[in-house]
């Protein structure tokens, strides 16, 4: 079993900037994946970044590619950051932490990842 506890949702303005994290216990390996996703109203949940276990591997969807930056606290080894910068209303959501071992090609697909945390709210205002 894995669990994951996401930190860190709030309210911002247009251009403004959050800092998510990802605390996680639990059986994982060095092969698994941190994947982060999120999910606004009446819309279905979608990938926005990802991280392996050992921090050497990154993915980033194109719509958060160069505000969005995903890393692992090494002085924390358990907790994964999701720092996001420059903050549009589209990336108003529910964000999701959540942790697998999946085909590094496919590690967007939301049924790849078992184990889910029980997410945060962003809320980006114009």
């Known amino acids: 079993q894995v669990q994951l506890i996401e930190s860190g949702g709030g309210r911002v303005q247009t251009g403004g900037s959050l800092t998510l994290s990802c605390a996680v216990s639990?059986?994982?390996?060095?092969?698994?994946?941190i994947g982060w996703f999120r999910q606004a109203p009446g819309k279905e949940r979608e990938p926005v970044a990802a991280i392996r276990w050992a921090g050497d591997l990154t993915h980033y969807a194109e719509s958060v590619k160069g505000r969005f930056t995903v890393s692992r606290d090494n002085a924390k080894n358990t907790v994964f950051v999701l720092q996001m910068n420059s903050l549009k209303p589209e990336d108003t959501a529910v964000y999701y932490c959540?942790?697998?071992?999946?085909?590094?090609?496919?590690?967007?697909?939301?049924?790849?990842?078992?184990?889910w945390g029980q997410g945060t709210h962003v809320t980006v205002s114009s």
């Open positions: 959540a942790s697998d071992n999946p085909p590094w090609r496919a590690w967007d697909m939301v049924t790849n990842y078992d184990y």
């Open positions: 639990g059986r994982t390996a060095s092969t698994y994946y």
